[in-house]
């Protein structure tokens, strides 16, 4: 099979993808759905660290590459994988921060071959330092950033984020820096070492909360729902469920209290300042969640939305789904398995006028594309045949 072309965005870009599990296939998703030539490099012998190939995690992750096998730890493999790096601008590997240099693919020993190569490491903590060897998982990273400490209720002790945020976030910092550094090599023809950790990618996520401490010493604590500054600013309760409500800045919280027919809480003392609606933010919501309660979330929708007051639903999945919004945007999109038939999968979020990206082929069959890659390297279907009886690919 010739190169998968979902977009010319990036169709001249050929990229190696090594990676495993989450954070390094989000990376090389956002290369392959914008057109790049990815050959995703796996096992000879099959793994099961990201789980059945046919569930819908690995689908989403693997969705417009080609797959290869071959054995990295064998010689003759090891030469295959250097003919390919001559060809290609990207490897994306994410695994642990020593195991490159045992396999002889480091970015030192890639460069000696292409000049021009750019490898992707994407770890859990860093490639050096004390942590160095530690194996990293997004809960590690979400705790060791900060992020569990300020998420859930106050007083219910630390809570993950609902989903692998930090493992997400190093796969599209890792993006932006391959980009980055494709874009600069226009200028000096050189490749570079790209890196991103889930670690440093929780600080970012972190973002003003991070800075509150690093400016002024301020630790962050819990505040559940509520915004940690802006109030009223959380989730409230309503008579057949809840409603996000966000209100800023004194017209805001003036108009707000006028919409919801308060205008009581607009003499309360404590509440006429920024400071101290967010200092009493506890009898705040009390008093807010009186009012809300009265009415559906639906009639608090119209009720705000008609007097410009930011406001929302809190879906599960199946209503976002359904959200007249999120099927404008085109939130998902089918794409044709050989084997499992027609699936729905998360779109690419980023769009572009004239260059889209589109959901052109559904992941792999494993090993599917490896004779075809092969003979793209000149490989003689001899040669090929015999890898296959030495169990290299």
């Known amino acids: 099979m010739s190169k998968i072309s979902a977009s010319p965005a990036l169709s001249r870009f050929r990229v190696l993808d090594l990676s495993r599990v989450r954070a390094g296939p989000t990376c090389v998703r956002q290369l392959a759905d914008f057109g790049a030539d990815v050959i995703k490099i796996e096992n000879v012998n099959p793994e099961d660290l ?19 096998t071959l054995n990295l730890k064998s010689e003759e493999g090891l030469s295959v994988f250097k003919e390919l790096v001559k060809t290609a601008d990207v490897v994306v590997e994410n695994y642990r921060p020593d195991v490159k240099f045992r396999l002889g693919i480091d970015y030192d020993s890639l460069k000696s071959i292409n000049p021009k190569i750019i490898l992707a490491s994407i770890s859990g903590f860093g490639q050096d330092g004390p942590y160095e060897k530690r194996p990293g998982f997004d809960q590690l990273a979400q705790g060791l950033s900060g992020l569990m400490s300020v998420t859930g209720n106050p007083g219910d002790g630390p809570m993950r984020v609902g989903a692998a945020v930090a493992d997400v976030a190093a796969g599209f910092l890792a993006a932006m820096g391959v980009l980055t550094a494709l874009l600069e090599r226009e200028v000096s023809g050189q490749g570079q070492w790209v890196q991103s950790n889930l ?3 929780g600080l970012a996520l972190l973002d003003f909360q991070a800075a509150r401490y690093t400016m002024s010493g301020e630790v962050a604590n819990q505040t559940g729902n509520d915004h940690p500054t802006f109030m009223p600013t959380s989730a409230y309760q309503t008579s057949d469920g809840y409603i996000n409500i966000a209100v800023s800045g004194l017209g805001m919280w003036e108009k707000f209290c006028e919409s919801i027919k308060r205008l009581d809480l607009l003499e309360d003392v404590e509440f006429q300042a920024a400071l101290g609606r967010s200092k009493g933010r506890v009898r705040l919501n009390l008093e807010i969640n009186k009012t809300t309660v009265t009415k ?3 009639e608090w929708l119209k009720i705000l939305g008609a007097d410009g007051i930011p406001c929302g639903p809190i879906y599960t999945m199946d209503q976002v789904f359904a959200d007249p919004q ?24 980023v769009k572009l006028s004239r260059t889209p990206a589109q959901l052109k082929t559904a992941s792999p069959i494993r090993g599917a594309h490896t004779k075809d890659v092969l003979s793209e390297l000149g490989i003689s279907q001899q040669t090929i045949e015999s890898f296959i009886a030495k169990g290299i690919v």
Do not use: C, W, Y
């Open 326 to 349: 999120v099927k404008h945007l085109g939130a998902s999109a089918p794409v044709i398995h050989p084997e499992l038939g027609e699936l729905h999968l998360l779109n690419q979020p």
């Open 50 to 68: 990201a789980g059945p190939r046919e569930n819908s995690d690995f689908q989403n992750l693997h969705r417009n590459k080609r797959s290869m």
């Open 296 to 298: 559906t979330t639906n």
């Open 199 to 201: 670690l440093q990618a």
